[in-house]
């Protein structure tokens, strides 16, 4: 299909602009997209001479660290070697992190977490020297929140009615916590076992749109900017993660050569 087609097409461009075999450690995201990366992966890998005793001058073979089960499987799958994020050494960063997005703004801001895999998709994308969104042409949008109705948003079980209050204070309309997909009722459970909560927020400002006096962006008149929201929600008890990747993550990015700096700057 089409949107198939363009999600390989963006697979194959994010791996040749941002992936070199020299590599020791790379992310790998979690969704559909990725599979396309994988492949895309795997394709270079195939025309890269391998580490073997024949040929000992090359490096040891990539180590691939996965964002939850999923991304696990299609590491395994694609024959590659997965290591599990809190197996890496301890000062080792990531040369690169690939991951889909389920909307993303000018600005590259991305709205993450419809696969449920959220937190471990953040964790992996910050220990990376660069985070690539490979996403292709139905998610990128002027604003977050354009088309994607809500924020996916971590927390403990426990906690999660107590955060659905302080999320209809923040003004979100009705935070739902997101059932499961299988046939059992009940809530959906994340690789931490914890909840999701889909939070429906209206459509997030951006820095210009404060600067031009659009709204405060801070709340207090209904408006709110990408990175006030995120720290607002990650400052509730309860939650473990929000599906806001800012750049005040530590998260640079950078589309056709526009850089977003570190910290948002
Ligand atoms: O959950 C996520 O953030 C994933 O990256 C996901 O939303 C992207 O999914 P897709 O590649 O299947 O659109």
Known sequence: SKIEEAKRLAGIKAVADHFDPSFSYVGIGSGTTIIYVVEALKDVLSRTPSHTSSNPTTKP???????GYQSRQVIIKAGLTPTLF???????????????????????NCIKGGGACLFQEKLVAERARKFVCVADYRKAKPRLLTTWPTIPIEVAPIAARIVLSA?????????????????KSGPLKTD?????IDAPFPTLLTPTDVEAGKGK?????GTWEVVNLSKAIKAITGVLEVGLFCGHDGIEAEQLGKRTAKGGQ
């Open 61 to 67: 073979a990539i180590q691939f660290i996965p964002t």
């Open 86 to 108: 809190d197996n890496l050494p301890e000062h080792a960063v990531l040369d690169v992190a690939f991951d889909g997005a389920d909307e993303v703004d000018e600005d590259l």
């Open 167 to 183: 999320l209809t204070a923040l003004g979100s309309k009705a935070p739902l916590i997101r059932s499961s997909p299988l046939e």
């Open 192 to 196: 931490q076992d914890f909840f999701i």
């Open 217 to 221: 962006g801070d709340g207090s008149d």
